[in-house]
């Protein structure tokens, strides 16, 4: 036993309350336990009255800048500044706005679970004005209830004080706040921050598990997916195509274009005359002076042995001939397959092409070139591998099937707010390619409504589709639900079978818009005036199919009550959404997911309780975005990289849906791959990101009728329930410690007859990840121990699924 004790101002020894928890182990001695009590007191009167905010009179400075305290804006602009006005000392903290903002000082501070603090600082304000935000105050970031009071006007010198709980914290962020859920306008100081530990309990983790009191049975729907058309998820992620911008929405030999000009530089013309896909097509003039020229595009990642297949719109004169289309992994002569064209006409005509790499590389070329006369014009190119499954990478589809997920969200998120729909349908060489518009780069237009379907019917699951209530309109939602379900004698479901699919696709699931509460939104438009064209467009789309059900945009607050107020006759489901950063200490960064799937659920029992609307209705949420979202993009776009600390926190978060299931129907993780995905892909490889790897424990493994769990388990997240069998019980224990937990488990009258297997997810800290093409960090295993209810053991960071008969 090792405690290290430090003295404090006065020269008086103390120890610190973490060091003092460590002490209350089973075993000791009746001498030691008094002691240990004795010690208690000695620490819990020290630490009363100790300082554990980091410059809490903003004194120490570095740069010009307060040591341990950093701005941050969440609304508009604010100006920080340490200043000379203060209440004791030199410096205070100040901000200030002329336009309006939300911001804060913010600091940091490590504390204990389930301890009680009290927090005090001091304020004063010049001519606070709202817009919307409450005033000047202090809080707890992420933990809305803790707060002080807010000020407004003008104010000398003021103590604001709140009494904190941390439950399952272990650390802090505290916010001197100017704004608060709002702007203010006017000038705020801040001083002399006090942060005192008032009293702790010990954490000895104990549940009981009822398996005959039996909740509301798990939706299969909270194990949804989303994919969106934004960075490295669709294209380069599940579509299969290895080339990027096809069919020439930037200029051939720009810095925007991937395709280079073989040749002299001035060969290749983008004329405006000669279109195709809706943008003119790269026109190669040829010389006939036996040099070649033509286009390429590098940077291909080629496998020795796989063969790849793909194809080219050509049109051109008769001089240009012949035409020859290679695919090179190396610079010798036999380091290539050639494919030669020996016709041409003025018609546009697709070419089909197939190639086997003899040699693995990073950088493969794929070359059109002539060495003929006249011209020639390239209108659209494709090479995918030839293993793909009608246009989708095999790998990634083989991780999909093994997820398992029962409902795919597509094409958005923001993306939807300026898609036509129209433009993903027909023959894809001559669908529009387009600047995205909602995030960067280009949309190739390439996976529409019919390579979504396919997509679904691959995996294995059911097809839910968000229409365009931003830019688009009720004519546009109403098309579209007639074409994805229409018989086809309609209108858009005969174009539907022009397009090869006589069958209506039968999708039963659509939302009507994304976000529309957002101003970063496009078509953002106030509550009042977006309640009416709801109500518009889901009577335009329910008057095509009075089968589909309608998942209203959703978000807790006015916007979510003004629509259950003003819609609730025109939705089945009501959608949410939430993402959460990086957190410091593990308990805060794993329970904020559950914590936030908590408040969206309680917010609707309130809801329920209080719109006179909903009476009689059982209008469930969709919460169809909710994942972590934080850390560089190492994935393109938004291609975040997840940890096992994430996997923790998405594992508590599926434990909180289930414990919710009476009223949270359907869940999306978003999203599925590379954006912040659950899969992450290099160019020829796919890897179970940390985070989707619990996703596929617990859709294959976990039971769908779940039990009642009591008890302190705290810091442990413990849940149960029956699989289909009724003679199954599955349980899962999160540990989201670096140390060892030892549960003290109750099965409440439950007779185990056998472990049918334990599976395990776990490694080495937590920052272990996987990667593709490297061995992975963090996996699920088997694991062979005994089952001691009484003493049931848990790893650190790990969670852990035990099987029962």
Request: proline share 6%.
């Amino acid at each position: 036993m090792k405690v290290s004790p430090n003295l404090n101002k006065n020269g008086n020894i103390r120890f610190s309350s973490h060091e003092l928890l460590r002490l209350f182990r089973p075993g000791r001695s009746v001498a030691l336990l008094i002691l240990m009590l004795a010690l208690a007191w000695l620490v819990v009167s020290a630490d009363q009255g100790r300082q554990l905010l980091p410059n809490p009179s903003f004194e120490e400075t570095k740069d010009g800048k307060p040591v341990g305290w950093h701005p941050a804006t969440f609304q508009r602009e604010a100006s920080f500044e340490m200043d000379k006005v203060a209440r004791t000392g030199s410096w205070s903290l100040k901000i200030s706005s002329e336009k309006g903002a939300d911001a804060a000082w913010s600091t940091q501070v490590r504390v204990l679970p389930f301890a009680r603090y009290r927090f005090s600082g001091w304020v004063k304000t010049e001519n606070i004005k709202s817009q919307g935000g409450k005033g000047v105050l202090f809080n707890v970031h992420g933990l809305e209830r803790f707060q002080t009071r807010a000020l407004t006007g003008s104010n000398d010198w003021t103590r604001l004080e709140m009494i904190i709980d941390t439950e399952l914290n272990d650390a802090l962020q505290i916010n001197c706040l100017f704004g608060g859920w709002g702007k203010v306008t006017g000038q705020a100081w801040f001083d002399d921050l006090s942060l005192e530990l008032l009293s702790a309990r010990k954490l000895r983790p104990r549940a009981t598990v009822y398996p005959a009191r039996k909740l509301e049975p798990i939706s299969p729907y909270l194990y949804g997916q989303f994919i969106e058309h934004l960075g490295r998820c669709i294209y380069q992620g599940i579509w299969a195509e290895m080339l990027e911008d096809r069919k020439f929405y930037q200029a051939v030999g720009t810095p925007d274009s991937p395709w280079k000009i073989a040749g002299e530089p001035h060969s290749v013309h983008m004329n405006p005359l000669l279109t195709y896909a809706g943008i003119p097509v790269p026109e190669i003039r040829l010389k006939g002076n036996g040099r070649e020229a033509g286009i390429y595009q590098e940077s291909l990642a080629l496998q020795k042995g796989r063969k790849y297949t793909g194809r080219l719109v050509l049109a051109g004169d008769p001089g240009a001939l012949p035409l020859e289309v290679r695919l090179v992994w190396g610079e010798g002569r036999d380091e290539r397959e050639v494919v030669r064209i020996d016709r041409i006409s003025p018609d546009y005509e697709k070419f089909y092409f197939d190639f086997a790499s003899r040699a693995d590389t990073e950088n493969g070329r794929l070359e059109i070139v002539s060495r003929g006369s006249e011209a020639f014009r390239v209108a659209a190119v494709s090479l995918m591998p030839a293993d793909n499954l009608e246009g989708f990478r095999p790998e990634v589809i083989k991780l999909l099937r093994e997820l398992n997920s029962p409902v795919y969200r597509w094409p958005g998120g923001n993306f939807v707010s300026g898609y036509d729909w129209r433009d993903g349908i027909g023959d894809p060489d001559r669908r529009p390619p387009r600047k995205n518009p909602a995030w960067q780069g280009i949309e190739h237009n390439d996976v529409g409504i019919h390579e979504f379907m396919a997509f679904c019917r691959l995996v294995g699951a059911e097809p839910y589709i968000a229409v365009n209530s931003g830019q688009g309109n009720e004519t546009m939602a109403a098309d579209e639900v007639e074409y994805v379900n229409g018989s086809p004698d309609t209108p858009m479901g005969r174009l539907r079978a022009q397009n090869g699919h006589p069958e209506p696709f039968n999708c039963r699931f659509w939302s009507i818009g994304n976000e529309m509460y957002g101003d970063w939104q496009l078509g953002h438009m106030p509550l009042a005036d977006y309640v009416r064209k709801h109500n518009r467009l889901a009577e335009a789309m329910k008057a095509r199919d009075p089968n589909i059900k309608l998942i209203a945009v959703g978000a807790v607050g006015d916007w979510s009550r003004g629509m259950l107020e003003a819609c609730a006759d025109h939705m089945d489901y009501i959608s949410e959404h939430f993402y959460v950063g990086e957190r410091p200490g593990l308990l805060s960064h794993v329970y904020q997911v559950p914590r936030a799937i908590r408040r969206i659920a309680e917010a609707h029992r309130q809801y329920r309780k209080t719109i006179p609307q909903l009476k009689g209705k059982d209008i469930r949420i969709a919460l169809d975005e909710w994942n972590y979202w934080y850390g560089p993009y190492v994935y393109g776009e938004l291609g975040t990289q997840y940890f096992l600390k994430d996997a923790l926190g998405i594992a508590a978060g599926l434990h909180e849906y289930y414990r919710q299931a009476d009223i949270i129907y359907m869940a999306n993780y978003a999203q599925t791959v590379n954006v912040i995905g659950a899969i992450k892909t290099s160019r020829i490889e796919a890897v179970f990101d940390t985070t989707g790897l619990v996703l596929k424990l617990y859709r294959q493994e976990f039971g769908t009728v779940p039990v009642k769990v009591s008890g302190q388990p705290e810091p442990l997240d413990v849940m149960a329930a029956w699989k289909e069998d009724g003679k199954t019980l599955t349980m899962a224990v999160v540990n989201p410690t670096a140390e060892k937990q030892t549960l003290a488990l109750d099965l409440a009258g439950f007779r185990v007859k056998g472990v049918e297997k334990i599976l395990r997810i776990s490694g080495p800290h937590e920052k272990a990840c996987n990667v593709p093409g490297q061995k992975p960090e963090v996996e699920i295993t088997t694991v062979n121990e005994k089952f001691v209810p009484e003493r049931l053991q848990l790893p650190p960071l790990s969670i852990t699924l035990y099987v029962l008969k």
